[in-house]
């Protein structure tokens, strides 16, 4: 299943030719992300003992940079869950040294968002120099 899921990302027409349901692959995958997100805001609500809509705004910069230090390419079919362990790693790190150095909150999501934007330049500049090579 991981496997259709990885070529879905890197090429969707060419993994329909190949004989693989698309639809139904992609369909897995949001049910499989539904739950997950379901589970995440069980686990939330029972942390604070209170379940607010709004409780994880902004955890997505987190999230997508994570991703993309991990090595996950924008484009698709690029990355695995080592890579992003290791991205969410570096982003706890960032985390939780910026509020150890006292910085506030507003230049830390401008600091998180020039880590986000060299992540993209980063993976534009070796997605361009791999199809020279």
Do not use: C, M
Request: charged residues 10%; hydrophobic residues 50%; proline residues 1%.
């Amino acid at each position: 299943f991981g496997l259709y899921v990885y070529a879905i990302g890197g090429n969707e027409e060419t993994t329909r030719l190949a004989g693989i349901n698309t639809n139904l692959v992609k369909v897995t995958v949001y049910i499989i992300s539904g739950f997950t997100a379901a589970f995440a805001g069980i686990i939330t609500a029972a942390r604070l003992w209170s379940a607010q809509p709004n409780v994880a705004t902004g955890f997505e910069l987190d999230a997508i940079a994570a991703t993309l230090l991990g090595g996950t390419s924008l484009f698709g079919g690029i990355g695995g869950v080592s890579g992003t362990i290791i991205g969410a790693f570096i982003i706890g790190i960032l985390n939780n040294g910026l509020n150890l150095l006292e910085v506030s909150s507003y230049f830390q999501k401008i600091i998180k968002g020039i880590v986000f934007i060299l992540s993209v330049v980063l993976d534009l500049y070796t997605k361009r120099h791999q199809r020279i090579l």
